[in-house]
């Protein structure tokens, strides 16, 4: 995987974020084989490129920190890979995230949840 395959989503996930809120600061971090999506100085999403089987062709899977509650809210049957972060995130199924409203939708709760969250400790 190179930088190719994020390419395109990066800058989606960029407009995206700056439609939820033109002073969000968004930025990326390529790190662990993924995309860290970051607000604010705080990570809120990550692209994954992966296949869901062996034989399958691999694809950029978005996952988005949200609150515990709202995970079940996303579960649309839909086939989708196990988060390998946390629980913290969840992977948005295709059906979300190939539409732009329904993505923006979860987009800006995942903002707000990161945004409501005490700023983690600095590592030196």
Do not use: C, N
């Amino acid at each position: 995987m190179t930088a190719e395959h994020y390419r395109p989503m990066i800058q989606a996930m960029q407009h995206l974020t700056q439609q939820v809120d033109p002073t969000a600061d968004f930025a990326h971090r390529y790190m662990f084989g993924g995309v860290g999506l970051y607000t604010r100085g705080q990570i809120f999403g990550i692209l994954m490129f992966t296949a869901l089987e062996p034989t399958a062709e691999p694809v950029v899977w978005i996952l988005l920190k949200l609150p515990p509650d709202a995970h079940t809210a996303l579960h649309t049957g839909e086939p989708v890979p196990e988060s390998p972060i946390s629980k913290a995130y969840a992977v948005i199924p295709p059906s979300i995230a190939e539409d732009e409203a329904a993505l923006m939708g979860w987009l800006e709760r995942s903002l707000r949840h990161v945004w409501s969250l005490k700023p983690g400790k600095k590592r030196s």
